[in-house]
């Protein structure tokens, strides 16, 4: 008996070790099978980050590089404009002071003081003599007397422009004639008026040696701890060297734009001379701060840096990769025409990949989150399998083989399935329906690999359709500003009149326009509309409306002819029910007669000479497109010199204040704004108009285009009838 129990036991171990081992093996290949799709998953993981990772990281690369072009470039042109307008400074008082030598019995001798302290922190004019010339040697007194009629000019464009320091005339005699704040630092300690040796002057010697107008390096202020730059243009007098005229300009607005540069804490942005300085940086320290005594980085051991300060100091405007300091950056650069500096903008490498890693990092959530899932899966078939074994043996090892047979297999397909895909053949197909865990797993990657191919597709047809779209705009907005007179004075050579106009679109092109061109010589015509609508559509009906108008203006016709012929023809073909407020008049510039006509446009503003602006209620016609056969009215006003007239659309009294108010601008405060300083030429009362309303909206998003013309007229007789065969006639403007 005790055999037969030991032979059961026998049989009943063996099974048991027959059934562990057949456990063993079974969880051996299960273990192998699962090691092999999670070896695979990854894999296929990382295709997919390499193709998604490329495709994001060379778009916002691309528009990385893009945006930063154009940012440089805006800061420069900013920055160009503060010089040309202090260089035409100096330009016009070199003119002035070339007629009074040229044409000396048409001015009057005019006293030039000696330096006051007691003016210390006025503007003033004062006369500074060289050691080596004799204030009263009477050729010197002469001289002095005649070149005196340029103070005036000194102390306005001093006044006109912020930054200026001083601004001088120093002649070849041995004087120089200045307007500045510092009169009480012309004397020494002593309180003796101290010699000035002009001649001397680095801008002096530029401009003679050079005979144009010439910028010295930037340097510290001798009186001031701030930096400045000189500028010197040569005058001369019948072929004969007299001096030069010459001006300090503070530099803190270039300080102020290289901060104003916003790239977010991985941004920054410096001005490097001809020279390859750095004269202004965001960076604390390293190599592209701006210390004393700057190394010129055309000699860098760098040699990409040594590169793109060559390029920059040539003129030049491009975007590259460059390392800072050990940290990979894009940087943009672009030049400042006038002194031959260079803006850089510079963002780090780091930056511009981080959205795509957010991407990847997406990506890898996902793909987690699937296999996570597949092993969920397959642990369930484990348990399954150990508690089949559980209930009995035989059973067991039935359900153990077809446990095997129905699931390791399909995965071992799934395994080579998901192995055959390579690069960006994400093609998935499962024609197995095992109706269990596998069946799940497959299903789950086959939806993964789907919506990667939908993703990867979206990303290329949203880039296309971006690029796309931005490209039109861009040459949409050049071919509307060609369409506008931007260049300024339009017509130089004449004085009887000064005009100046801006517009600028609520996007990337609008519907105001404006224009001003001369009939004949004699007669000025101006015009400012607003077309119903913003955008595209707009933008192609002003276009339509302004060629137009100009037409029918250049056939000779009377405002109300003008409005007239041109809303009969708007209306014959007007499918869109669009339509046009137009503002129209003709000066006559011998006279300062003003007819004009009104179709539904905003009141101008007149004001008479040495008066105040005020709200001019001429009578209205009907807007032009909304009905045919139409007549308007028009009326006379009378400008006599110094007269101004202003213009503008609704896009100015209706522009509202960013709070919770809702406030508009209104016609009001438009008043108070042009009265604050009503003797302003044309551009500063548009540049102060401008200021305003940036100031009454803050960061509120401008909704309506914005048009703004101002006319001054100065009278006939100070027009020169023998240059007019260069007046600029209109499309030449």
Known sequence: MAKNESLRKKILSAMIVLVIALLLIAGTIFALTLRNVTKTLSSSNSELRGTIGGKSSAYMAEQTKNHLLTLAGEKAEIADELFSDFKRG????????????SEPELYSERTVPLPDAKNDGTLSIQVLYSAHTDPDDPAIKKELALIGNVQDVLMAVNESQENMASI??????????QADYIAAKKFDEAGDLMPLEAKERPWYEGAASTGAPFFTPATMDAHTPRLAIMCGVPVFANGQFMGVAGAGMYLDDMEKLVQS????????????????QVLFSTFGEGTLAAVANAPDLRLSEDAALADIAEKAADGRTDVAQLYVDGVSNYVAYAPMKTVGWSMLVLITQEAVEAPTGQLLSSVDQTTNQAFQAATSHIRQAVFLMLGLFGAAVIIALAVSVALSRQIVQPIRQLTEKVSAMQGDDLDFEWDLNTGDETQLLAESFGSLTHRMKEYIQDIETITAERERISTELSVATRIQTSMLPTSFPPFPNRSDFDIYASMDPAREVGGDFYDFFLIDEDHLCMVIADVSGKGVPAALFMMASKIILQSCAMLGQSPAEILAKTNDA??????????VTVWVGVLELSTGKLTAANAGHEYPVFRKPDGLFEILKDQHGFVLGGMGGLSYTEYRLQMDPGAKLFLYTDGLPEAMKNDASGSMFGLDRMLEVLNRDAGADPEEILRQMRGALEDFVQDAEQFDDLTMMCVEYKGSGVYDLKVTGNTPKPGEH
């Open 90 to 101: 100096v330009c016009v008082v070199a003119s002035v002071a070339e007629q009074i030598y």
């Open 168 to 177: 001088y005339v120093a002649t070849e005699s041995g004087f120089m004639v």
């Open 261 to 276: 540069v916003n790239l977010g804490e991985s941004g920054n942005a410096c001005i490097i001379n001809q020279n390859g």
């Open 570 to 579: 708007i209306c014959s073909n007007n499918n869109e029910d669009m339509f």
